[in-house]
């Protein structure tokens, strides 16, 4: 651990330095119509990526300076679509790449002595970078969000490949779970509420709320941060949560509360119109064997239904599941990797391994049987798994593999449209690049060779 302490450090010390030296040695490397990159720029990316962990390689600029050219033709039609990006969602992104710079550095206290100025001025001088990628990427959503494609596309582009190309998918499988959770009664809630209320009235009568956040709370993302959360809106937080959060006023503190994940209290920071910044407090109880009884027999009996055929799984998952994620969806696991088209067929490799090694052995159609388990967060439950559907190793067909064909040909589309685009912008904006620059080949397509093309 030392070790990887001193190499980030090493790492982020270098930052520090390319900082320093651009001082001196910056300059205007590129042009594009009104706008200009310069060297200290592309330097800052190439710092952040090698402290994220990659490999140093002085080609990767080439990238960079590609990546940003791209950037500045986006903002500039940007500024004449009149798109713009809140203030709120400016602070979520440059609060998300502190806590994972924090994170490796090994606290807040060492980033800045590596960065040599306050997280503060830090975020200052990476706010108009940070504005700049999101603004560009709102308005690459905006060139393609009328994108779709049809039946006809998607067989065309299966068609267009030849057959001996086509690729090979491994054993794929559809599978459902139904979940149970134990239910605490009113008793057993008075632990964990009681340890929360002791905590809420040391705060209230003077102890610091970060503290004690991150000696007691149970919430690993914000704990180390003192309890804080970034900005949330309505529809991000769980709704007991977010109903206090926008209910109270700044610098009050909720009573205890439930949620899905535990017991909360939480204190309001900042209000910026429908956005709310807090800390809180987390406390998941522990659930007693007398709860998870209960869990256990209420499982059984819904298990011997689905069984015996008196009730169907999707309606059992649907009227007695908890988890969330698939009850809504019959039961039925998502392919995590293939959100967006809903697919339902999972590939084997990429299932938990408790998971595969329980359908691994059970025939399509079967159920295995109810047992207990702990999720991602820790909380204990018991669940059953239904194999739906299994298909082997083949070639990709339309018949089976109709869902991720379709995500491809979409996908071969966006990026069409999105280069035919560019190719357009860049013939109609004046370009110019470094000499310093002109041994990438990725960006010669970028020189426009006199000025008057920006007219």
């Excluded at 090493?10 to 910056?26: E, R």
């Excluded at 299966?158 to 491994?170: H, N, R, T």
């Excluded at 990429?350 to 025939?363: C, G, N, S």
């Amino acid at each position: 651990m030392k070790k990887y302490i001193v190499l980030v450090g090493i790492i982020l010390l270098n930052i520090t330095n390319i900082y320093a030296q651009n001082k001196v040695l910056d300059k205007v490397i590129a042009v594009v119509g009104d706008n200009i990159i310069l060297k200290s720029e592309v330097d800052q990316q190439y710092a952040q990526y090698i402290v994220q962990g990659n490999t140093a390689d002085e080609s990767t600029k080439c990238m960079f300076l590609q990546n940003m050219l791209s950037q500045k033709l986006l903002t500039q039609q940007a500024v004449l679509d009149s798109i713009t990006v809140d203030e709120e969602d400016i602070d979520g992104e440059i609060n998300r790449r502190m806590r994972t710079m924090t994170s490796r550095a090994g606290g807040q206290d060492k980033l800045e002595e590596f960065l040599g100025r306050s997280l503060i001025q830090y975020k200052d001088e990476i706010r108009p970078e940070i504005q700049e990628q999101l603004v560009a990427q709102k308005m690459q959503a905006k060139i393609t969000e009328k994108v779709e494609v049809t039946p006809l596309e998607v067989k065309r582009f299966f068609d267009a490949f030849p057959k001996d190309s086509l690729p090979e998918f491994g054993t794929e499988v559809e599978i459902g779970e139904l979940v149970v959770y134990p239910e605490l009664n009113k008793k057993e809630k008075e632990v964990p509420k009681d340890k929360l209320e002791a905590l809420r009235l040391r705060i209230k009568g003077g102890d610091s709320f970060a503290t004690l956040a991150r000696l007691y709370s149970q919430d690993p993302g914000s704990a180390r941060e003192g309890g804080e959360l970034p900005f949330f809106d309505r529809q991000t937080m769980a709704k007991e949560f977010t109903s206090w959060a926008f209910k109270l006023k700044e610098g009050e503190i909720s009573p205890v509360f439930e949620t899905e994940f535990g017991f909360h209290f939480l204190e309001v920071i900042e209000r910026r119109g429908e956005q709310v910044r807090a800390r809180h407090i987390l406390i998941i109880p522990e659930v007693p064997v007398e709860a998870l009884e209960r869990a256990r027999v209420e499982i059984d009996s819904t298990y011997r239904k689905v069984k015996e055929g008196k009730l169907d799984f999707s309606t059992a998952a649907s009227l007695f599941s908890d988890e969330n994620e698939t009850k809504y969806n019959g039961g039925m696991m998502l392919n995590a990797e293939n959100v967006q088209s809903r697919t339902t067929f999972i590939p084997t490799d990429r299932l938990d391994p408790k998971v595969f090694l329980t359908i691994d052995t059970m025939k399509v159609g079967t159920y295995s049987t109810p047992a207990v388990f702990s999720d991602a967060r820790g909380k204990m439950g018991y669940k059953f798994l239904y194999l739906k559907s299994k298909i082997p190793p083949h070639k990709a067909s339309l018949e089976q593999d109709l869902p991720k064909i379709k995500d491809a040909a979409f996908e071969d589309k966006i990026n069409k449209t999105v280069s035919l685009w560019f190719e357009k912008r860049r013939k109609s904006t004046y370009v110019k690049i470094d000499k310093d620059y002109s041994s990438c080949d990725i960006l010669k397509e970028w020189i426009t060779e006199t000025p008057t093309a920006a007219k």
